[in-house]
T-cell receptor
């Protein structure tokens, strides 16, 4: 079955701390991988995506993610978080139809 | 506006009633997706359109749910005989073509009382 698992449901960090959010997927065939972010009161926005090529992907606002095919993982990282990074983060996978399978999300709270 | 627009933003309805949720995609986007997000969960796929046709409706939970996109632009998600379990945020997304970045609307929060 196709699924996405996010290991951390709720993460609390202080400003300037480093962030890593885990994401593992189960999907047959070629995959495209995404991280979406939802800031309080706003719609889902794309942080970064992997379709092919360099497995280390850089996105907006200093975020990056690494696709490790052998581990079926696509973890999100940021070296130094800011209070404005407080949001909910969703990992997602799609195949060739663009239909997204989402993880259940990780709520990140950054303390100033 | 330039983004995906969903109306209404909030809808409260009584159990058993019929509701329609509307999605205006970004102009020119051929692919349109509907998702449902329950509290504390990630969005779950319902249906997607390529142009006017429903290319994949495997996520619709039962036959009370139906969606149309008659002219290949605006889409309407229709729910008959609503149940309390249908309460959720219904999200619409569009993309220039299938398998490219999807842009999401703000969603419609449906509450069935």
């Amino acid at each position: 079955a196709q699924s996405v698992s996010q290991h951390n449901h709720h993460v609390i960090l202080s400003e300037a701390a480093s962030l890593e959010l885990g994401c593992n997927y189960s999907y047959g065939g070629t995959v495209n991988l995404f991280w979406y972010v939802q800031y309080p009161g706003q719609h889902l926005q794309l942080l970064l995506k992997y379709f092919s090529g360099d497995p280390l992907v850089k996105g907006i606002k200093g975020f990056e993610a690494e696709f490790i095919k052998s581990k079926f993982s696509f973890n999100l990282r940021k070296p130094s978080v800011q209070w404005s990074d407080t949001a909910e983060y969703f990992c997602a996978v799609s195949g060739n139809t663009g239909k997204l399978i989402f993880g259940q999300g990780t709520t990140l709270q950054v303390k100033p | 506006g330039a983004g995906v627009s969903q109306t209404p933003s909030n809808k409260v309805t009584e159990k058993g009633k019929y509701v329609e949720l509307r999605c205006d995609p970004i102009s020119g986007h051929t692919a349109l997706y509907w998702y449902r997000q329950s509290l504390g969960q990630g969005p779950e796929f319902l249906i997607y359109f390529q142009g006017t046709g429903a290319a994949d409706d495997s996520g619709l939970p039962n036959d009370r749910f139906f969606a149309v996109r008659p002219e290949g632009s605006v889409s309407t998600l229709k729910i008959q005989r609503t149940e309390r379990g249908d309460s959720a945020v219904y999200l619409c997304a569009s993309s220039p073509q299938v398998n490219t970045e999807a842009f999401f609307g703000q969603g419609t929060r449906l509450t069935v009382v």
